[in-house]
């Protein structure tokens, strides 16, 4: 399995930026899709983003289109989300996942395997 490390969140003010960063670690890692849910306070865990294994393909939330932007770097074994223009409806844990063996990117919980632990972010007004 896949140890999945997140971090970068943090409090920042309506209309500011924050990058996050999740560490994938394990003998099992490989490039594998991946993506970012994140999951606000009483609500459901819903999609923000996600990539495919070689970072060529990915697809973002329409709730944060134009806004959030995902990337990896396999080399570091590191998946970023860069969120911009942030409002406060972004505030929520912020969490990675990886699938097990796919390196196609999907927005569907069911087909990630690990879970990192979150991460949060809080925008205020």
């Known amino acids: 399995q896949v140890h999945l490390v997140e971090s970068g969140g943090g409090l920042v003010q309506a209309g500011g930026s924050l990058s996050l960063s999740c560490v994938a670690s394990g003998r099992t890692f490989s490039r594998t899709g991946m993506a970012w849910f994140r999951q606000a306070p009483e609500k459901n865990r819903e999609f923000v983003a996600t990539?495919?294994?070689?970072?060529?393909?990915?697809l973002i939330a329409e709730s944060v289109k134009g806004r959030f932007a995902i990337s990896r770097d396999n080399g570091k074994s590191t998946v970023y989300l860069r969120m911009d223009a942030l409002k406060p409806e972004d505030t929520a844990i912020y969490y990675c996942?990886?699938?097990?063996?796919?390196?196609?990117?999907?927005?569907?919980?069911?087909?990630?395997?690990?879970w990192g632990q979150g991460t949060q972010v809080t925008v205020s007004d």
């Open positions: 990539i495919n294994g070689n970072g060529v393909s990915s």
């Open positions: 996942a990886a699938r097990s063996t796919t390196a196609s990117s999907s927005r569907y919980r069911n087909d990630y395997d690990s």
